[in-house]
């Protein structure tokens, strides 16, 4: 296993996992991901090696939507083009919410159709969902929030690595392999920034 994958299974492949099989991913069925960091990307991955489909995959940065395709999308849309998608018209049964962003959580709710699921796995930080309990109710969703317990998940990963089901998006993801330590805070800076271009940043002492 190169340097990038392990990376990548310390913590966002195994997240992608088990953000993606929350959602309730299956053959034949739709399945989009909101927000294209690193986490949101290997969810693009993760979805192809769980037999999802198609694969629709939204964020504002063309790079990112760029690299979604890459990754196996079989569409990559802006937000403000995503609710006049035909491919998304009624909603979708599966949706992965990976941008921690309110618009981004919004948008992912909107597009989960009634009787679908919608798996929140970034980290949260606004006060109130952009949900209220009864759209919710009236639309029977599931809604799946939390953290993803790595160390339990972590050999679903390998296995699937190693079998061939998935196939590492670490070239994709790991834009920034080898930066420096003491460059630390200009990266943070940039990263802060959604500098296109930039996902995921190895750090060398």
């Known amino acids: 296993m190169d340097e990038p994958t392990a990376l990548l299974c310390s913590d ?3 997240t992608a996992w088990e953000a993606v099989a929350r959602a309730d991913p299956r053959p034949g069925h739709r399945l989009v991901v909101v927000g294209l960091g690193a986490v949101g990307l290997c969810a693009v991955a993760v979805a192809r090696a769980q037999a999802a489909g198609p694969v629709v995959a ?8 760029d690299r979604a395709v890459a990754l196996g999308a079989d569409l990559a849309l802006a ?10 018209a009624g909603g979708v049964s599966s949706v992965v919410e990976a941008s921690g962003s309110s618009a981004g959580q919004r948008l992912a709710f909107t597009v989960t159709a009634p009787g679908g699921t919608c798996s ?3 980290v949260q930080t606004a006060e109130r969902f952009a949900l209220s309990p009864a759209e919710a109710y009236d639309r029977n969703l599931t809604l799946r929030f939390g953290r993803a317990n790595v160390l339990a998940t972590l050999p679903l990963v390998l296995t699937a690595l190693a079998d061939g089901r998935l196939h590492s998006p670490a070239q994709v993801c790991v834009t920034h392999p080898d930066v420096a330590l003491r ?3 200009q990266a943070y800076a ?3 920034a959604r500098e296109p271009g930039l996902v995921k940043i190895a750090f060398r002492p």
């Open 12 to 14: 966002n492949l195994p």
């Open 58 to 65: 939204i964020d504002p940065i063309a790079d990112r939507r």
């Open 79 to 88: 937000p403000e083009d995503a609710l006049e998608e035909p491919l998304l």
């Open 120 to 122: 929140v796995i970034a």
């Open 183 to 185: 460059d630390g805070p």
């Open 190 to 192: 940039r990263f802060a």
